[in-house]
């Protein structure tokens, strides 16, 4: 799988941001305030060294030494969730405070997370605060507004959420082009595409063969956000990976950036005040945003959930 490919660079530079940010005082604040119990972790199946770090940070909160913490793994797919849990099994069985620790999985549409259902609302109530989690640019591959109206329909004033994306602060579009484009043409990223291309290929009757596909045809480009409704967060750019033919390019992937008081501002007006923003060591152009719903924004009259 691709999170667990060696030259895979994304899910490394996300890790040791999530490290950064979870070292930040502003950060142990919120978590000790908001006296955080539960965590969702939402698209994030495949990357259990992540869920580990938010576990380590919820168990060494002094406000809540003495509860239990439960995080829950929510996926649309089943094999990345099996793959946290088995990994996360592995992290956690040395603990001394395992015991503290309660971990459930969630075969759901992240997008759908606010629509009634006797199961997801079980899984979702909580007594106290709660953190929600969307890393590995996973937010640039959905819409934005969509995601923000299903976690405001869910959140309860005080929760927190941590997102972690590609940023564009100080780069231009052509940098942000030379960059990617080098980026997703990685053989990892190939290998992760290749189901995708092969079945574009006998779908549309497409006279190349696989592997000359991969190699001639796949490109990345990167496109204006408003671009085909590719992201609905003013400012924004997307990185799109397409398999070109004679017949018109097909979309393979998309993945947004942002900068970063575009999408500071774009979720306040869906009620999550920001607390810190915090670029990762290993690449300044990916950030750890951490967030705290509760703040009423006037136009929508969204927040203050109790």
């Known amino acids: 799988m691709i999170i667990t490919a060696d030259r895979y660079p994304t899910y490394s530079v996300c890790k040791r941001g999530l490290t950064a940010l979870f070292a930040q005082d502003a950060w142990k604040a919120a978590i000790a305030a908001s006296h955080v119990t539960h965590a969702f972790m939402l698209g994030g199946g495949g ?28 996926d649309i797919n089943p094999y990345m969730i ?17 015991g503290r620790l309660w971990i459930q999985a969630l075969e759901d549409d992240l997008l759908q997370l606010d629509h009634p259902d006797p199961v997801r609302k079980s899984l979702l109530e909580r007594p106290k605060g709660a953190v929600f989690v969307i890393t590995g640019n996973t937010i640039g591959n959905l819409s934005e507004r969509r995601f923000f109206t299903a976690l405001s329909g869910i959140a309860k004033k005080g929760d927190l959420l941590v997102v972690g994306c590609g940023i564009m602060d100080n780069i231009s579009v052509n940098e942000l082009q030379s960059e990617d484009s080098s980026k997703y043409t990685d053989h990892t990223i190939l290998s992760f595409v290749r189901p995708g291309v092969e079945y574009a290929i006998r ?19 990167v496109r204006p956000g408003t671009q085909g409704g590719l992201s609905d967060v003013p400012g924004s750019c997307s990185v799109v990976l397409t398999l070109k033919a004679d017949e018109g390019d097909i979309v393979l992937l998309r993945s947004a950036r942002y900068p970063s008081k575009n999408l500071t501002a774009f979720a306040a007006r869906h009620g999550w005040e920001p607390i810190c923003v915090v670029p990762s060591p290993m690449d300044k152009q990916y950030a750890q945003f951490a967030f705290r719903f509760g703040k009423v924004d006037s136009e929508n009259g969204i927040g203050e959930r109790q």
Do not use: C
Request: aromatic letters at 4%; glycine letters at 4%; a negative charge.
């Open 47 to 74: 990357s259990p060294a992540k869920d580990y770090e938010l576990l380590l940070s919820l168990l060494s909160n002094p406000a809540t030494k003495d509860d239990p913490i439960r995080m829950l793994l929510v």
């Open 203 to 221: 779908q549309n009757h497409l006279r190349q063969s696989l592997d000359h596909a991969l190699k001639h045809s796949v490109r990345a480009e």
């Open 82 to 98: 099996a793959q946290s849990q088995d990994g996360l099994g592995l992290f956690i069985r040395d603990l001394p405070d395992r």
